[in-house]
């Protein structure tokens, strides 16, 4: 099983630790760089930062693979309930890979006293690899 997760706080490699080893195939294995490109979206250098991260997705998303986004109130650096896909959806490829994606399903581990790495929207692919 393969899945993509995007996350600025968790790591992909603990996901594929788990279980049957799924594998990640988006080329970072967290958005170290998301919380900067979301406090700058109109800075000089975001087209750059948003190309680094959108094409590796843009391929990743075009094998169908889960989805996992994290959804979690208290992002690491970034501002509260922020929206992890926002910078992501400025991309054409990207935007048009998710186009093919619904959101199928909610992780909601949160509670009053922990509101970081609780949440996260679990994406599907509407069509699958077969389907091709």
């Given at each position: 099983d393969e899945f993509v997760l995007l996350s600025p706080s968790l790591w992909a490699t603990n996901v594929s630790a788990l279980r049957d080893k799924p594998r990640h195939i988006y080329a970072y294995d967290y958005l170290?760089?998301?919380?900067?490109?979301y406090a700058h979206p109109d800075h000089e250098k975001a087209p750059m930062?948003?190309?680094?991260f959108a094409d590796?997705?843009?391929?990743?998303?075009?094998?169908?693979?889960?989805?996992?986004?994290?959804?979690?109130?208290?992002?690491?650096?970034m501002?509260?309930?922020?929206?992890?896909l926002r910078e992501f959806?400025?991309?054409?490829?990207?935007?048009?890979a998710l186009a093919g994606y619904k959101r199928t399903a909610e992780i909601d581990a949160c509670r009053p006293d922990f509101q970081a790495i609780c949440k996260?929207?679990?994406?599907?692919?509407?069509?699958?690899?077969?389907?091709?």
């Open positions: 170290w760089a998301l919380p900067w490109l930062a948003r190309a680094m590796p997705l843009a391929a990743a998303l075009a094998k169908n693979p889960v989805l996992i986004v994290e959804e979690s109130r208290l992002l690491r650096s501002p509260q309930n922020a929206d992890v959806r400025k991309d054409p490829a990207v935007k048009k996260f929207g679990v994406w599907t692919p509407l069509k699958t690899r077969h389907d091709r």
